[in-house]
């Protein structure tokens, strides 16, 4: 099993930029997929949740600027991530998880059933 994110890199405040998570090792369109990050020095934080239906969450601070989508045919989730702001600067995950509880939300590595190297995201101001 395998969760490989890229698309991070050094950003300007305001700008954009997409995050992009393969899966492989299982079946990734029975999943639901969750990006997480961790900002330096700070905890595990839920960004955004897709589940195997399409149906989406955000956590409020990314609401509007954010998007999660996936792509079964490629066994990929990606963010898109618009109107940087240098607090978002962190280390981004992605994350598997087979049974996902609607209106309950996870939030550490051992809570997912699969969980992938993260990718850091530097926003400057």
């Known amino acids: 099993v395998q969760l490989q994110a890229c698309g991070g890199g050094l950003v300007q405040t305001g700008e954009s930029t997409r995050l992009s998570c393969a899966a492989s090792?299982?079946?990734?369109?029975?999943?639901?997929m969750s990006w997480l990050r961790q900002a330096p020095g700070k905890g595990l934080e839920r960004v955004a949740d897709?589940?195997?239906?399409?149906?989406?969450a955000y956590t409020d601070f990314v609401k509007g600027r954010f998007t999660i989508s996936r792509d079964n045919a490629k066994n990929t989730v990606y963010l898109q991530m618009n109107s940087l702001k240098p607090e978002d600067t962190a280390v981004y995950a992605c994350?598997?998880?087979?049974?996902?509880?609607?209106?309950?939300?996870?939030?550490?590595?051992?809570?997912?059933?699969?969980w992938g190297q993260g990718t850091l995201v530097t926003v400057s101001s």
């Open positions: 994350a598997a998880k087979l049974t996902y509880n609607r209106g309950t939300y996870y939030y550490t590595p051992n809570e997912y059933d699969y």
């Open positions: 090792g299982f079946r990734f369109s029975s999943f639901a």
């Open positions: 897709i589940m195997n239906d399409g149906k989406i």
